[in-house]
């Protein structure tokens, strides 16, 4: 199937909670992609798990284009009195699209209407170009269960 991959085709809202298993099964599919996580995350599938509660409390926030779900991001209170970006994961068959920098933007336009001064991630060193390219900064590393984490920060 051809894609367009206009981001303007995009449409980002909150999350129905009726969506739980559907965004569990896009976190697996982005998830496997990564080259090297793959057996340790089906050695431990208890890792995909997106909780009721954070899409009942409307930090979830899904791209959808045709009625269809493409990728979604999730906020979590962070360290030091930032925003955390829990999840971010964008299907295989749509990426290099923006669609994972058009839902860092709005995780962006949330965190500062809600007076944070900045969007820190614990990113997984194969997403380290993408966060780059978003405006991140490495401030730091720390260990994850599946391995190292880096600990990127962006001003918003
Ligand atoms: C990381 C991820 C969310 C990026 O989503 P995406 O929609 O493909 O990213 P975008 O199209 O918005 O990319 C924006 C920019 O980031 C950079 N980028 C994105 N993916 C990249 C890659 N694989 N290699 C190098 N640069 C990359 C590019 O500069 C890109 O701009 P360009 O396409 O104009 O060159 C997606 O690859 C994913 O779901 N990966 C698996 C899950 C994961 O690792 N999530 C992060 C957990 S911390």
Known sequence: MLHSCAVSSFVIRCAAISEQKELEALQWRASLTN?????????????IELSIDQIAAGTVFVSERNGSI????????????????DALF?????????VGRSLVDHCV?????????????????????????CGFNIVGTTETRFGPGLLMRKMV
Not at 70 to 85: N, Q, T
Not at 111 to 130: E, K
């Open 70 to 85: 493409v990728g979604f991001a999730a906020l979590l209170p962070g360290a030091d009195g930032d925003v955390e970006l």
């Open 35 to 47: 080259a090297g996580d793959r057996d340790a995350l089906l050695a431990h599938p208890d890792a």
């Open 109 to 133: 336009q949330i965190a500062r209407m809600q007076g944070f001064s900045a969007l820190c991630v614990i990113g997984n060193p194969h997403a380290h170009d993408f966060y780059s390219a």
């Open 90 to 98: 964008v299907d295989p068959e749509v990426r290099r699209c923006g």
